[in-house]
């Protein structure tokens, strides 16, 4: 079955880094575009960043462009999101997730979700 495991969350101060990371298995992680969303407390989900399939092309939303790199290694069926500059307003439930086509120009859809990974930002 289709398994999405994100890992890497965790307590940092503000200023700081993290690397968050999304394991795939299931699937031919080489063939689908994915994506990285997050969910602030209180909050409804909110869209971050997509990776084509080959890691080629990329697109952020302007709240953390400049400051997050949506990554892929596809060797390792490992998506990856290297967050720098990080605020208290970043603090949310970090989602990977995977689309149903290898870049979604308007017809992709996600079709799974990982479990997620808590992200803190806080002095």
């Known amino acids: 079955e289709v398994q999405l495991v994100e890992s890497g969350g965790g307590l940092v101060q503000p200023g700081g880094s993290l690397r968050l990371s999304c394991a795939a298995s299931?699937?031919?992680?080489?063939?689908?575009?994915m994506s990285w969303v997050r969910q602030a407390p209180g909050k409804g989900l909110e869209w971050l960043s997509n990776?084509?399939?080959?890691?080629?092309?990329?697109t952020s939303a302007d709240s953390v462009k400049g400051r997050f790199t949506i990554s892929r290694d596809n060797a390792e069926n490992t998506l990856y999101l290297q967050m720098n500059s990080l605020k208290p307003e970043d603090t949310a439930v970090y989602y990977c997730?995977?689309?149903?086509?290898?870049?979604?120009?308007?017809?992709?859809?996600?079709?799974?979700w990982g479990q997620g990974t808590q992200v803190t930002v806080s002095s």
């Open positions: 997730a995977k689309f149903d086509t290898d870049w979604p120009r308007g017809d992709g859809a996600y079709d799974y």
């Open positions: 299931g699937f031919t992680f080489s063939m689908y575009a």
């Open positions: 990776i084509s399939n080959g890691g080629r092309s990329t």
